[in-house]
């Protein structure tokens, strides 16, 4: 019998905005909030609402999380297997 795996997660990657963001996030409760929004949108990558604009570049989403008070900017590449996510606000 063949073994079962779940759902491919897509991978995860910060344009240089976001990683400069990033390392300016010293609180260990904002990264964990953050590490918990970035699995969300890794699982599941159409979880965040889309924004409105033109269609001449990539489709960008925004995921929030009220809770955790987390906010995510990004977009999916075409075969869902990369989030690129363009700013962080935590």
Same mark, same amino acid.
């Given at each position: 019998?063949? *073994?079962?795996?779940?759902?491919?997660?897509?991978?995860?990657?910060? !344009? #240089? !905005?976001?990683?400069?963001? &990033?390392?300016?996030?010293?609180?260990?409760?904002?990264?964990?909030? &953050?590490?918990?929004?970035?699995?969300?949108? !890794?699982? #599941? *990558?159409?979880?965040?609402?889309?924004? *409105?604009?033109? !269609?001449?570049? *990539?489709? &960008?989403?925004?995921?929030? #999380?009220?809770?955790?008070?987390?906010?995510?900017?990004?977009?999916?590449?075409? &075969?869902?297997?990369?989030?690129?996510?363009?700013?962080?606000?935590?």
């Amino acid at each position: 019998m063949a *073994p079962q795996y779940g759902a491919r997660r897509a991978r995860i990657v910060f !344009s #240089d !905005s976001a990683a400069k963001q &990033l390392e300016n996030i010293t609180s260990e409760a904002e990264i964990h909030a &953050l590490d918990r929004a970035l699995v969300v949108i !890794s699982v #599941d *990558p159409d979880a965040g609402e889309p924004l *409105p604009g033109d !269609s001449t570049g *990539p489709r &960008l989403r925004q995921y929030v #999380d009220d809770v955790e008070r987390v906010r995510l900017l990004y977009w999916v590449t075409a &075969l869902k297997t990369v989030v690129v996510v363009a700013f962080i606000e935590a």
